[in-house]
């Protein structure tokens, strides 16, 4: 059975500058699925970050609704209190962005277990296993005890993955995770994000530049000016030549 996770409804962003409103998103609708591997297309300035901010809540929409659905319950994240909406995307929302965003004086375990400190759910020993065990998952376990700086941008793009699922939240948003990567490393980390989704269930909304990428989600957006234009992915391409 599938249900719906995440919703947007009539979803509008306008952003207040020196130079006059910007509209930044217009009129998004949009229903996201648990279980399913959303990729988001566009072009630079299209609204793709701002979309991820209005859907895990970290920015206020302008007019509109988000719901986020989950066993029997639906919520209305933005109606929510700036705590209220802060306490639930500590447990529902992992965040992975392009520069890691690594505290640089912490050890990898100690980064994984910052989320787990915050949010209370785990004691401190639980926590440290748990950090390990994602550390593990991760195939990074021997390095648990170093600091960000002495591995890879791969390996560090995997600690924060291993961060992002410290309260094992069902949702993942990616901004560009792959974007400061070279190629090899960020086929790699397309199938730790692959695995979660099909292994342990995750819904997980990713923003990608890559097109070769796009392909390889089970569905994908494409932003254009702030307005989602018509979804068609590589994927859908390759089969229509095929029936050809
Ligand atoms: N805080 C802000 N204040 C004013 N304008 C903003 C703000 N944040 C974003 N914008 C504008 O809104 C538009 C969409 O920005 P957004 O960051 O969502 O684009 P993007 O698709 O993520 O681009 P990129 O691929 O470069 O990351 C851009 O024109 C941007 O300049
Ligand atoms: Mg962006």
């Known amino acids: 059975m599938t249900s719906t996770i995440l919703e947007l409804q009539n979803v509008n962003k306008t952003y207040s500058t020196a130079a006059g409103d910007f509209v930044a998103l217009k009129n998004i609708n949009l229903e996201i699925t648990a279980g399913e591997f959303l990729g988001v297309v566009g072009k630079s300035g299209a609204g793709k970050s701002t979309l991820l901010n209005m859907l895990n809540g970290v920015d206020q929409l302008t007019s509109g609704e988000v719901c986020f659905q989950a066993e029997g319950e639906r919520l209305s994240i933005h109606q929510l209190t700036e705590d209220q909406r802060a306490s639930w995307r500590g447990k529902n929302m992992g965040v992975v962005y392009q520069s890691f965003q690594l505290l640089p004086m912490l050890t990898l375990a100690e980064n994984i277990m910052l ?21 593990e998952l991760m195939e990074l376990a021997e390095h648990a005890h170093k600091l960000p700086s002495f591995i890879s941008g791969g390996q560090q793009q995997r600690v924060a993955i291993a961060r ?3 309260n094992d939240p069902p949702v993942l948003v990616a901004d560009e995770p792959t974007g400061s990567l070279d190629s090899v490393t960020a086929d790699h980390i397309f199938d730790v994000f692959s695995q979660l989704v099909e292994e342990r269930g995750k819904t997980i909304i990713m923003v990608t530049h890559d097109l070769g990428l796009a ?30």
């Open 115 to 135: 989320p787990m400190d915050l949010s209370n759910h785990f004691n401190p020993r639980k926590a440290k296993e748990r950090a390990l065990e994602l550390l």
């Open 164 to 166: 992002a699922l410290a």
């Open 215 to 244: 392909s390889r989600f089970s569905r994908s957006l494409t932003i254009v000016d702030g307005e989602l234009a018509e979804a068609q992915t590589e994927f859908d391409r390759t089969m229509l030549r095929r029936r050809k």
